[in-house]
């Protein structure tokens, strides 16, 4: 995907400062997790990240491009949140391949790549399977 980087970014919310600039590299290919307690910023991080959240300071670069102004669309990213967004209807290799079938992905590359995250996040036995056949966790 590419190197992200966080240049002084900070969140203000009128006068209360919830995120305090921040500096932060992460390289491509690296793993990183954002731990701490109910209310500290996590979440408003990752949507600053995601473009879903506006800035009220400083840069976000992928790959050395600022994308501090894209929309969420035009950043290539992709979130996965705490309560789930599936759609009942179709399977969880379905529900995997709608958002490539949005971004029109070619249909081979979107497969393998929904078997490649399948396999990463121990899906594969699971995707003929509705979302109703799944635990919270699978749904996850």
């Known amino acids: 995907m590419g190197s992200i980087a966080l240049e002084k970014v900070a969140k203000r ?28 910023g996590k979440s408003t991080l990752l949507r600053m990240i995601a473009g879903l959240e506006d800035l009220s300071g400083g840069a976000i670069r992928i790959s050395g491009k600022d994308i501090s102004a894209l929309p969420p669309g035009d950043r290539g990213l992709a979130m996965v949140f705490q309560s789930y967004a599936l759609y009942p209807h179709l399977t969880v290799a379905e529900n995997m391949m709608f958002p490539l079938r949005m971004a029109k992905i070619d249909k081979a590359v979107a497969e393998e790549k929904v078997l490649k995250a399948a396999e990463a996040l121990n899906l594969i036995d699971y995707l003929d399977r509705k979302p109703s056949e799944l635990s919270g966790g699978q749904r996850q």
């Open 13 to 40: 919310f009128g006068k209360v400062e919830v995120i305090p600039q921040i500096d932060l590299e992460i390289e491509d290919g690296e793993f990183v997790v954002f731990v701490g307690p109910s209310g500290c």
